[in-house]
């Protein structure tokens, strides 16, 4: 016999159960717009962009030349 020492340990209904429990099948919430250009999205790319090409890079607005950037672990 198993000792059970969990939050459920006296749940003799919960043993048998496995998986994810039956309910209503959520999907995703879509992301709110977002204005680039308030002022509260401006202070933050104040302190984060160096110049105007790393501005709009970090916007998202890309140029055909640009460099990759590597996902991972940083080297320093």
Request: proline share 9%.
């Amino acid at each position: 016999m198993l000792n059970y020492t969990g939050p459920h340990a006296l749940c003799h209904a919960c043993k048998g159960k496995k998986g994810k429990s039956l309910g209503k099948p959520r999907g995703k919430k879509p992301k709110p717009e977002v204005d680039i250009l308030s002022p509260a999205a401006m202070l933050n790319l104040y302190y984060i962009a160096h110049n105007v090409a790393d501005c709009l890079h970090m916007r998202g607005f890309h140029w055909p030349g640009a460099p990759k950037t590597k996902k991972g672990k940083n080297k320093t």
